[in-house]
């Protein structure tokens, strides 16, 4: 990538990142391009440069973190690759802890302002469909080893990914919570003897 191109990159990014902490903080519907171009230290009328509205932004965001995830699942597959076929689950939790903040942000923002984001927004919607499914797919693949009747694999990746978005949404609450690694602890535990692992301790 050339210097100019990583530069606008990356002017980008912050111009995304910085509105999605402005969408979580006052809601999607109350946030302006110049409100966001001012956190930044833009021009209203520089930031049409990087982005014409609000869902570009939206959209933007949520193909930096399928961008994440997809370098979570290089890893995920890479270290699968050298060990044995057990390690699943404590590779994928434990590289899902340490996932992006990003992808954090973008996770509180749908769950806050989901109908919001999808109204009269198609192509977004077809976009997230189609990152979902790619997800099933990645799961069911490396769950063969676990469920060998591929009917199955793909039941239990929907399962799977369930639990993932179940705890982006217990991350949102307000009230006090259980700690990131130790929601994450459970929910390997839960998985695990939810596929008969018999070495598997009780939650």
């Not at 519907?29 to 570009?56: C, H, M, P, W």
């Not at 995830?69 to 050298?82: A, D, N, R, V």
């Not at 044995?84 to 590289?95: C, G, K, R, T």
């Not at 923002?109 to 990645?138: A, C, D, M, P, W």
Request: hydrophobic share 40%; with cysteine.
């Amino acid at each position: 990538m050339k210097k100019r191109e990583w530069e606008f990159k990356m002017k980008k990014e912050q111009i995304a990142d910085a509105a999605a902490d402005l969408f979580l903080e006052k809601g999607v519907e109350n946030v302006t391009l110049a409100e966001i171009a001012a956190q930044v230290g833009y021009s209203k009328s520089s930031i049409y440069s990087y982005f014409k509205s609000r869902d570009d932004i939206i959209f933007y965001l949520v193909e930096m973190a399928d961008e994440e995830f997809s370098e979570i699942e290089t890893f995920i597959k890479t270290e699968l690759e050298k060990d044995e076929s057990d390690a699943l689950f404590d590779v994928l939790f434990d590289e899902s802890l340490q996932k992006t903040y990003r992808n954090k942000k973008v996770a509180s923002l749908f769950h806050k302002n989901i109908g919001l984001i999808y109204q009269n927004n198609g192509e977004l919607l077809e976009k997230v469909l189609y990152i979902y499914n790619k997800r099933i797919s990645f799961l069911a693949g490396i769950l063969k080893c676990y469920v060998s009747d591929e009917k199955k694999a793909v039941l239990v990746s929907y399962l799977l990914l369930g639990i993932f978005h179940g705890m982006d949404h217990y991350k949102t609450m307000e009230e006090e919570t259980l700690t990131d690694e130790e929601a994450y602890q459970i929910m390997k535990k839960f998985m695990k003897r939810a596929i008969g692992d018999p070495k598997e301790e009780d939650l």
